[in-house]
């Protein structure tokens, strides 16, 4: 469908407000998260379509890990020295880390899921075996995660 790459450029110029949806049970404009999935099940069909989304969302991603503050001082340490003496002790970091980081790599996440499982839902529905299709996700989560830097 000549529809699917033009809607997943659409997509990708507002992929942060795409990420909002599923993590704040939000809309886009009018689509609900239950109707996008319903647009991306459409729009992965097509693997151009689907590399642009993915590769969208890894800078999305990248640019959005990279606002998780410094955990060794400054606004840091302001915002996880719950004791007062102007460090920062394991457990202060662990909380930090939790809040800070942890969090904010589910909520990337949740997307990303959304993305993998609409591409196996539409490589199914064009006749790929299971098997094949594991495979296939494997192949494009090992792709997807050297766009990250981890």
Do not use: W, Y
């Not at 659409?10 to 689509?31: C, E, M, Q, W």
């Amino acid at each position: 469908a000549p529809l699917r790459h033009p809607l997943a450029a659409a997509l990708a110029a507002r992929i942060g407000a795409l990420t909002d949806v599923f993590v704040n049970h939000g809309r886009l404009g009018t689509l609900s998260a239950e109707r996008l999935d319903r647009l991306l099940a459409f729009v992965n069909r097509d693997e151009a379509a689907f590399d642009l989304l993915v590769r969208a969302h890894a800078e999305h991603m990248r640019a959005a890990l990279n606002t998780i503050p410094d955990l060794t001082g400054g606004p840091a340490l302001q915002k996880g020295d719950f004791d007062g003496d102007g460090t920062l002790t394991g457990a202060e970091r662990d909380h930090l880390l939790n809040r800070h980081f942890a969090n904010r790599i589910v909520e990337e996440a949740r997307l990303f899921g959304h993305l993998l499982e609409t591409r196996a839902q539409a490589l199914v529905a064009d006749g790929q075996e299971a098997k094949r299709t594991d495979e296939s996700l494997r192949t494009m989560v090992r792709d997807s995660l050297g766009l990250l830097p981890l």
